[in-house]
């Protein structure tokens, strides 16, 4: 597609479910990342992928968190026991990663609240 | 950590350039500036980067001092839709290893007042 694409939009979920953010990066890139952005903050590196290299997981808060990447493309980030300190806008983002010096286009994001 | 120090805020007049400073005393050779920008409720949007010479595209200019130790963004005519938090970042450019992830700090929240 022309953009980053992320679903849901949004999503309440119970404290203690399970949850599934997926992000459809722009066609041929290589590189993606996930960030988090809780309210009035700035943005939370989360994990990166670039192409078959092994992700970049920094930035998981937890290990209730894990992400994967299918086949180069799609991503899932899920969230285990979700905690209301989870609520935020998760954001994805892609770019051409292995050459060069491109920006990142980032999606709309996954606004998630933990009930 | 971000590597760069930046105004939490700063208003300028529609119709005004304005300029967005950013400190970054320590960055290395190899490190890129970039600059993204967030409207509220959007996902950040690139804008423009640069390694030590000035850049020019269709939304902004980008000044880096000649020991790179600071830039600004220069927006040249503001109108009200860039209203947002700017960010200034470092990044390592991309190798065969891949590029690196940008580390974001708080930014500068502009305000273009009409």
């Known amino acids: 597609g022309a953009g980053v694409s992320q679903s849901p939009s949004n999503k309440v979920t119970e404290k203690g479910k399970d949850v599934e953010l997926r992000c459809d990066p722009i066609s041929g890139h290589t590189a993606l990342y996930w960030y988090r952005q809780s309210l009035g903050q700035g943005l939370e590196f989360l994990i990166y992928f670039q192409g078959n290299s092994a992700p970049d997981k920094s930035g998981l808060p937890s290990d209730r968190f894990s992400a994967e990447r299918t086949g180069g493309s799609v991503s899932t980030l899920t969230i285990q026991r979700t905690q209301q300190e989870d609520s935020a806008v998760y954001l994805c983002a892609s770019s051409w990663g292995d050459r060069g010096n491109y920006g990142y286009t980032f999606g709309s994001g996954t606004r998630l609240t933990v009930v | 950590d971000a590597k760069t120090t930046q105004p939490p805020s700063m208003d300028c007049a529609e119709g005004r350039a304005a300029n967005l400073p950013c400190n970054h005393s320590?960055?290395?050779?190899?490190?890129?500036v970039y600059w993204y920008r967030q409207i509220h409720s959007q996902g950040p949007q690139y804008i423009i980067h640069?390694?030590?010479n000035n850049e020019t595209n269709e939304m902004a200019s980008l000044i880096i001092t000649e020991d790179r130790k600071s830039s600004t963004l220069i927006l040249p005519h503001a109108t009200l839709r860039d209203t947002a938090v700017y960010y200034c970042i470092v990044r390592v450019g991309a190798s065969i290893q891949g590029a690196q992830k940008l580390v974001f700090g708080q930014g500068t929240r502009l305000t273009i007042n009409p």
């Open positions: 640069g390694l030590k």
């Open positions: 320590t960055i290395s050779g190899n490190e890129y």
